[in-house]
């Protein structure tokens, strides 16, 4: 996967790796996607770090310093809740294969821990090691921002990306037109 991919990629995983057939009916607006994107980044951090950090030296940003990064997204990770439950909800609704009802009845204690525990194994396998260092790099640059302004980074980058190509695989979600 090409280091600028990682962050559409990395996106997408965290919205439950949902059928493409469910993300062309499903439109997302920008703030659902940089909530989404607040709520899950402690977990998408902590997966590319597991993936990347052991092919990395060890003073590369992944290995040595992310640390402190995912402490400030979890420091936020609570006030991103409500927008990221909305838009993962939209997203249950529509793959066919989650009971988005049932879902939806269950009490955040129970439904945070099932999306943060689905995040890494979505992630597992899908960076490869060559492309480990342009990660690191890429992550080490998000960690200049704050939480909010990487996660509206990442909600523009879906949006100038997002649009399907013909005959092309969907990338990531449909964002609403705003």
């Known amino acids: 996967m090409k280091s600028r991919g990682w962050l559409a990629a990395g996106t997408a995983m965290a919205m439950l790796a949902m059928p493409s057939q469910a993300v062309a009916q499903t439109c997302v607006t920008r703030a ?3 909530g989404m994107m607040g709520y899950a980044m402690p977990a998408v951090i902590g997966a590319v770090r597991d993936s990347c950090a052991p092919h990395l030296s060890d003073d590369a940003f992944l290995a040595a310093g992310v640390e402190a ?3 400030g997204y979890r420091a936020v990770q609570a006030d991103n809740w409500p927008v990221a439950r909305v838009a993962f909800m939209k997203f249950g609704d529509q793959d066919g294969e989650t009971d988005a ?4 009845q269950m009490p955040d204690e129970l439904l945070q821990p099932l999306v943060e525990a689905m995040i890494p194994t979505m992630i597992e396998g899908q960076i490869k090691p060559g ?3 342009d990660v690191d790099t890429l992550v080490a640059s998000l960690a200049a921002m704050s939480p909010k302004q990487t996660s509206d980074f990442m909600a523009a980058i879906l949006a100038l990306t997002g649009d399907d190509k013909p005959g092309g695989k969907q990338r990531s979600p449909k964002v609403c037109a705003e």
């Open 101 to 104: 009802a049932a879902m939806a």
């Open 131 to 133: 492309s480990c260092r």
């Open 69 to 71: 990064m995912i402490e």
């Open 32 to 34: 659902e996607i940089a």
